[in-house]
């Protein structure tokens, strides 16, 4: 099992390698827009996130889409194989 600080180190880790973002100081409560995330570039990101992390988060409708990176980390600790 995961915990929420190992999925935040993963994630930016992710994050930095494929947008090549600075990624210090981010918490669980900073906004994509913050990091320097548009919607286009969260919806590539949740490609990623899917390959990455081994896990299908299925179609995600726009209104329920991610606004920070907490949200993010909760969609992939919630999934069965990560729990």
């Known amino acids: ?11 930016l880790a992710l994050i ?5 973002l ?3 100081g981010v918490t ?3 906004g ?3 990091v320097g995330l548009d919607s286009l570039a969260v919806a590539e990101l949740l490609f990623a996130i899917e ?3 081994g896990i299908n988060l299925g179609e ?11 949200e993010i980390i909760d ?3 919630a999934h069965p194989s990560r729990a």
């Open 51 to 53: 390959e990455k992390f």
């Open 75 to 77: 969609m992939i600790n």
């Open 28 to 30: 669980c409560e900073t």
């Open 60 to 70: 995600i409708p726009p209104e329920t889409m991610p606004a920070t990176v907490g």
């Open 16 to 20: 930095h390698t494929q947008y090549h």
């Open 22 to 24: 600075e990624v210090s």
């Open 1 to 11: 099992m995961s915990t929420k600080n190992d999925t935040l180190a993963e994630l």
């Open 32 to 34: 994509l827009a913050d």
